[in-house]
C-alpha cells in the first residue's frame, strides 16, 4: 500500500500512537454501555494515576457508542482555584444541544448556564444572577434535559478530571444519578488516584458507591509485555531486543503517558532509523527528558510528606541497584 502523495520509496513512519492491554476494563465500559443503551442507567468511574490512560480508555468507547446509535459528549474539569458552578456539565450540555438532540423547549435555569440554550429561553425571561436557592429547580431542568435527550439518542456522558471539579458538579451528578430509572444514559467518570484517596473526592465516591449501579475501575500501568506490544507495534513488528524493552521500561515503569513521551523525544532525538528492511535503534547514554515527563514526576513527588523526601535524596543518589556488604557473624570468622 502506497500513500496518497508519496512515492514507494518514501521512508516508513513511526506508529507511536497505540492502544494496547486494558482488555478486562474496556469490557467492563462496554458492558455498562450496553446496559445504558438499553434502559438500565449506568456510572463507571475511571481511576488511576495521571497518565496511565484513563482518557484513552474512555475514548475507545466511541465506536462502540456508534454502532448502538448512541452519542457521547465530553465534559472536562479544570485545575483552577476559579471554578465556575457545575463547570464540568456546561461542556456536556452544550454538545448535546450541537448534535441537535436536546429537547425543545425553554429551559430559563440552564440558559444561564449553557449559552447556546439561552436562545430556547423566553425572550421576556429576566437574565438575572442565579439565586442559590433555584438550585434544585436547576437540577429538575438538568435532569429533564437528559431525560429528553435520551428519547432522541442514548447518550454516553464523559466527565472529565472530576477530582477537579466544583461542588455543585458533584452535587448534580448525584441528584441526576437518583433521578434516572429507564433512562438511556451511560456516564464515565475519571479521577486520578492520587486525589481519590482524600478530601472530597473520597467522600463522594462513598456516596456514590451506595447506587448498584455504580462500579469503580482501577487503572494499573501497563505491564512489560504490553509495553512489548505497543514497542513492536510503533517499529511496524520489528523484532524488539530487550535492552530497548528495558531501557523504556526504566524510564517509565509502564504509564503510557511516559511511554508515549519518551518515544517522542527519542525519536526527535535520532535513536530510530530505518535500514530499509526494518527499523533499528542505538540505546542513548543520556536522553533530556521532556517537559511533560518532568511536570508528571514533580506532581507525585508533590504529595508526598517531608520525611519521605529526605529518604528519596539519598535514594536517587545512590540509583536503582545496590550491593549489600555482609560482614561475617563473630562465629562464621
Given at each position: 500500500?502506497?500513500?496518497?502523495?508519496?512515492?514507494?520509496?518514501?521512508?516508513?513512519?513511526?506508529?507511536?500512537?497505540?492502544?494496547?492491554?486494558?482488555?478486562?476494563?474496556?469490557?467492563?465500559?462496554?458492558?455498562?454501555?450496553?446496559?445504558?443503551?438499553?434502559?438500565?442507567?449506568?456510572?463507571?468511574?475511571?481511576?488511576?494515576?495521571?497518565?496511565?490512560?484513563?482518557?484513552?480508555?474512555?475514548r475507545q468507547l466511541l465506536p462502540e457508542a456508534r454502532l448502538r446509535g448512541a452519542v457521547m459528549v465530553t465534559g472536562r474539569a479544570m485545575e483552577s482555584e476559579s471554578r465556575p458552578p457545575f463547570g464540568v456539565w456546561t461542556e456536556a450540555l452544550a454538545s448535546i444541544y450541537e448534535l441537535g438532540i436536546a429537547p425543545s423547549r425553554s429551559w430559563p435555569l440552564l440558559g444561564r448556564l449553557v449559552a447556546p440554550l439561552r436562545a430556547l429561553t423566553s425572550a421576556a425571561?429576566?437574565?438575572?444572577?442565579?439565586?442559590?436557592?433555584?438550585?434544585?429547580?436547576?437540577?429538575?431542568?438538568?435532569?429533564?434535559?437528559?431525560?429528553?435527550?435520551?428519547?432522541?439518542?442514548?447518550?454516553?456522558?464523559?466527565?472529565?478530571?472530576?477530582?477537579?471539579?466544583?461542588?455543585?458538579?458533584?452535587?448534580?451528578?448525584?441528584?441526576?444519578?437518583?433521578?434516572?430509572?429507564?433512562?438511556?444514559?451511560?456516564?464515565?467518570?475519571?479521577?486520578?488516584?492520587?486525589?481519590a484517596a482524600y478530601g472530597v473526592v473520597r467522600e463522594r465516591r462513598q456516596r456514590l458507591s451506595r447506587d448498584e449501579r455504580v462500579r469503580e475501575l482501577r487503572l494499573e500501568r501497563l505491564t512489560a509485555h504490553e509495553v512489548r506490544e505497543w514497542l513492536q507495534g510503533a517499529l511496524h513488528r520489528t523484532e524488539l531486543d530487550d535492552e530497548l524493552l528495558d531501557f523504556v521500561l526504566r524510564h517509565t515503569e509502564g504509564n503510557p503517558f511516559l511511554v508515549m513521551?519518551?518515544?517522542?523525544?527519542?525519536?526527535?532525538?535520532?535513536?530510530?532509523?530505518?535500514?530499509?528492511?526494518?527499523?533499528?535503534?542505538?540505546?542513548?547514554?543520556?536522553?533530556?527528558?521532556?517537559?511533560?515527563?518532568?511536570?508528571?514526576?514533580?506532581?507525585?513527588?508533590?504529595?508526598?510528606?517531608?520525611?519521605?523526601l529526605r529518604i528519596l535524596v539519598p535514594a536517587a543518589a545512590i540509583g536503582r541497584t545496590l550491593p549489600l556488604l555482609i560482614w561475617p557473624t563473630t562465629e562464621a570468622a
Open positions: 500500500v502506497v500513500l496518497a502523495g508519496t512515492g514507494s520509496d518514501a521512508a516508513p513512519q513511526l506508529m507511536l500512537n497505540r492502544f494496547v492491554g486494558r482488555a478486562s476494563e474496556l469490557r467492563s465500559l462496554v458492558t455498562a454501555l450496553d446496559l445504558g443503551v438499553h434502559g438500565t442507567p449506568q456510572a463507571r468511574l475511571v481511576i488511576g494515576e495521571a497518565g496511565v490512560g484513563k482518557s484513552t480508555l474512555v425571561t429576566p437574565a438575572t444572577p442565579l439565586d442559590p436557592l433555584q438550585g434544585h429547580h436547576l437540577l429538575e431542568e438538568l435532569v429533564a434535559y437528559l431525560r429528553g435527550a435520551s428519547e432522541a439518542r442514548p447518550l454516553t456522558i464523559v466527565l472529565e478530571d472530576m477530582h477537579w471539579a466544583d461542588v455543585a458538579s458533584w452535587d448534580a451528578l448525584e441528584y441526576v444519578l437518583a433521578q434516572l430509572t429507564t433512562e438511556r444514559v451511560c456516564i464515565a467518570l475519571t479521577i486520578r488516584s492520587e486525589e513521551q519518551l518515544l517522542r523525544t527519542m525519536a526527535d532525538e535520532g535513536v530510530f532509523s530505518h535500514g530499509g528492511s526494518a527499523w533499528v535503534w542505538m540505546i542513548p547514554e543520556s536522553l533530556a527528558l521532556p517537559a511533560g515527563m518532568s511536570d508528571l514526576v514533580g506532581r507525585r513527588l508533590s504529595r508526598l510528606p517531608a520525611s519521605a
